[in-house]
């Protein structure tokens, strides 16, 4: 059970260079969840899923657009990479357990610099 | 109003002394409340969580002390030991359809040996 996983670790993208941030999830899983976090800026949602089939945008946005390929599958595509989205991307899930209560599994994130 | 807000933004303690973190929160429909842990080079992962209907919680060193009428809670860690040396992210969400976490910015905790 290896949880979230994320590809790549690290990345170094050069201005208006495209690229995709894998996440997976082996925990049926019915939410994910991509954010990115910046010092004193916390964790940011950039988009999630809540079910296999739908997405929406989170607090950030603009410059991403993701693909939920199946329930374990959730990427965040960078069309044309600024220095401004030089940030760590988390990948999430929620499980939902009994009572009401949702724990989000976090991945060990993606180091992303744009020059 | 969708806001949490964290405070200190950073922390040193000494070892065996005592750690608080705060969170205020607006909106009133949260109804579930993580304190996320997160150590250099790794993802956030739960700590200990509580819902409004509870004042407290404790689980081992670590106890959230939650004030529904002033809409705060804080995270308290008795004798504070260097392992716990650590980023921590209070979140606040709503249990219901997509749970959305609205994160606070973050206490980086020191604890010196």
């Known amino acids: 059970n290896a949880g979230v996983t994320q590809t790549p670790k690290f990345q170094v993208l050069k201005t208006g260079q495209s690229m995709t941030l894998q996440c997976a999830q082996d925990?049926?899983?019915?939410?994910m969840y991509w954010y990115r976090q910046d010092p004193g800026m916390g964790l940011r949602l950039i988009y999630y899923s809540a079910s296999e089939g739908t997405t929406d945008k989170g607090e950030v946005p603009n410059g991403y657009n993701v693909s939920r390929l199946n329930k374990r599958e959730f990427s965040l595509r960078l069309e044309s990479a600024a220095p401004s989205q030089t940030s760590v991307y988390f990948c999430?899930?929620?499980?939902?357990?009994?009572?009401?209560?949702?724990?989000?599994?976090f991945g060990p994130g993606t180091r992303l610099t744009v020059t | 109003q969708q806001q949490v807000k964290q405070s200190p933004q950073s922390l040193i303690v000494q070892k065996g002394g005592i750690s608080i973190i705060n969170c205020a929160y607006e909106n009133t429909a949260f109804d579930y409340f993580p304190w996320y842990q997160q150590f250099p080079g790794k993802g956030p992962a739960l700590l200990i969580a509580?819902?409004?209907?509870?004042s407290e919680k404790k689980e081992g060193r670590f106890t959230i002390s939650f004030n529904k009428s002033a809409k705060q809670f804080s995270l308290h860690i008795m004798d504070s030991q260097p392992g716990d040396s650590a980023t921590y992210f209070c979140a606040a969400s709503v249990t219901s359809g997509t749970y959305k976490y609205i994160f606070g910015t973050g206490t980086r905790l020191k604890v010196l040996a």
């Open positions: 925990m049926n899983h019915n939410s």
């Open positions: 509580i819902r409004p209907d509870v």
């Open positions: 999430a899930s929620t499980s939902i357990p009994g009572q009401g209560e949702s724990e989000q599994y």
